[in-house]
């Protein structure tokens, strides 16, 4: 799966200038970047949900029904409760939604399960972050896109979701938004760095780290950001 040349703008702000990125199957694709910068456009733009002049640039990607998108914003129903609304994503799909994995299992007797008789509307917004990012696990999709579901939740937690995406992506092509760097230490995962209309980082966490020349990866991050600006 691939996007090719992609340029795109908001009115007078250009967004992408001639976008070039390869998306791994097996592993998950991990988007990161500055604020503002486009990560959440760029899942937007695979969902198909930006102008289809945008549609050109988008090579093997599914189409909008083989798709689920979690967004950053994600709309729930707040009289719902936590079992209510994971029935709720079970039946969207006709075949009755993907089988839970191991890794799904455990995520919901660890987290979701004593909450199940709570309303959504009732839940912390870390709570209904993970209950939605499970949901939409549920669905039967050829490729997931996530907008950063590690925010809001604790590093625990962050790290039973991300073995959760991890696993779909052994089945699923799985694209996701972070600010949280150190959660990808030690899994196997692409690293995307998008800044200022380019792609200026493609490879593993380990990769980052070497070409900065750091342990830190707050410090790589930030390096390659700024060298790519000054460029
Ligand atoms: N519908 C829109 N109309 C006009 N400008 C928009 C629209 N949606 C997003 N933008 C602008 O496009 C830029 C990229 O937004 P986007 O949400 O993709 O950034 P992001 O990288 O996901 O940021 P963050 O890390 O803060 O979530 C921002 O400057 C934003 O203000």
Do not use: W
Not at 50 to 73: C, F, H, M, W
Not at 92 to 107: C, F, Q, R, S, W
Not at 167 to 173: D, R, Y
């Amino acid at each position: 799966m691939e996007i090719t040349n992609l340029s795109f703008s908001y009115q007078e702000r250009l967004i992408y200038d001639g976008l070039n990125i390869k998306f791994k199957d097996g592993i998950p694709n991990i988007v990161i970047g500055p604020n503002g910068t486009g990560k959440t456009t760029l899942l937007d733009t695979l969902a198909r949900l930006n102008p289809p002049d945008t549609y050109a640039a988008l090579v093997n990607v599914p189409s909008t029904k083989e798709i689920g998108y979690q967004l950053q914003r994600t709309l729930f129903y707040p009289t719902l409760t936590v079992k209510q609304t994971l029935n709720m994503y079970q039946k969207i799909d006709h075949a009755g939604g993907a089988v839970p994995t191991e890794l799904m299992n455990k995520v919901f007797t660890t987290v979701l399960k004593p909450l199940e008789s709570i309303k959504m509307g009732k839940l912390s917004g870390g709570e209904r972050r993970i209950v939605l990012t499970y949901g939409t696990c549920l669905l039967n999709r050829k490729l997931y896109l996530f907008d950063e579901p590690l925010s809001g939740i604790d590093p625990s937690n962050a790290t039973l979701i991300m073995d959760m995406l991890c696993s779909l992506a052994e089945k699923s092509t799985v694209i996701m938004t972070t600010h949280q760097l150190e959660q990808l230490k030690n899994r196997r995962s692409q690293i995307i760095g998008l800044n200022q209309g380019h792609c200026v980082f493609s490879g593993t966490y380990t990769d980052l780290l070497e070409l900065e020349d750091t342990q830190d990866i707050s410090e790589a991050y930030s390096n390659l950001i700024n060298s790519s600006r000054a460029r």
